[in-house]
């Protein structure tokens, strides 16, 4: 299972949060999300200091610009060793293509797995129809979305689980579906509309699961981050 994990969003706004939190990990170096709130309070130091203390990043931007931008941007960010990163899919081919050579330009050795967000697990079909003017089915959404990343060469998507099973099915060798929104019947959904178990997203065929409150709001967050891991991974 060297391509699936279990991700925790580490959606905190201070340096001394995310550690303090991080301290309490032990035994474990769970992989980690470090997102706008976090990066843009601390600035690239704080991926440094997580990946010093041998965790990986997937550092969760979304770019979304011009292509020459948005390439300048990931050569930048690849200097960072971060182990995964991402773009809206909504920018195209073309600047996902950019992502990509920004990435390569930056990276010294390996580049970091990229991905394209399709749809953010917040937007429901009905907001997606009526605010954006996206007449097709989610599903359909989705997966064009996710075959645009294909052909510009990307490693995967970011989707819900719901239509992970979609995006799995639709494409071979190695595609990755990455999934938020994953929330226990007995937990609040939030600002989260697409949601489901670890368990369930395992069976649509989510390669990784990206998981925040349900860990970090928990009263013992390594309890519940091995519950998680055990539902999905099975260990």
Known sequence: MANKDVIIACDFGTREETLAFLDRFTAEKPYVKIGMELFYGEGPQIVR???ARGHRVFLDLKLHDIPNTVRRAMKN??????????????????????????????????????????????????????ELLIPAPMGEVVTRYAANARAAGLDGVVCSPLEA???????????????????????RADDQARVTI???????????????????????PVGAYRRVRFDFLGE
Request: no cysteine; net charge neutral.
């Open 49 to 51: 200091e997580v990946k």
């Open 77 to 130: 960010l690849a200097k960072l060793g971060v182990d995964m990163t991402n773009v809206h899919a909504a920018g195209t081919i073309e600047m996902m293509e950019a992502a990509k050579a920004g990435l390569e330009e930056g990276a010294a050795g390996r580049r970091p797995l990229l991905i394209a967000v399709t749809q953010l697990t917040s937007t429901s079909e009905p907001r997606m129809r009526e």
């Open 165 to 187: 099973a979609l995006v799995k099915g639709s494409f071979s060798g190695g595609f990755l579906a990455v999934t938020p929104g994953i929330r226990y019947p007995d937990a």
């Open 198 to 220: 670890p368990a369930r997203a395992r069976e649509l065929g989510a390669d990784y699961i990206v998981v925040g409150r349900p860990v970090t709001a928990a009263d013992d």
